[in-house]
């Protein structure tokens, strides 16, 4: 089983940090939000973040779906 991974939050914001996500479960979100959605938390070398709306949703809509998918088939 996979766990939806917890946000972070800053500055009143909820943000995920990639490197908590499982391996198989960050590339394949990574693959599915690309580049433009990236935030940083004011390092200029921090790029390990995105909102964690865009997560959420992914989570919800994509890799949900597709892993009871694949237990069907």
């Known amino acids: 089983m996979h766990r ?3 946000p972070i939050f800053h500055n009143g ?8 996500l499982s391996s198989p ?9 690309g580049g433009k959605n990236f935030v940083t938390l004011g390092e200029e070398n921090d790029f390990d973040c995105v ?16 892993k009871d998918f694949d237990s069907i088939i």
């Open 25 to 33: 479960q960050a590339y394949l979100f990574c693959s599915w939000v």
């Open 51 to 66: 909102d964690y709306i865009e997560y959420e949703y992914w989570y919800q809509n994509h890799y949900t779906t597709e």
């Open 4 to 6: 939806k991974a917890s």
């Open 13 to 20: 914001q909820k943000i995920l940090r990639l490197s908590d």
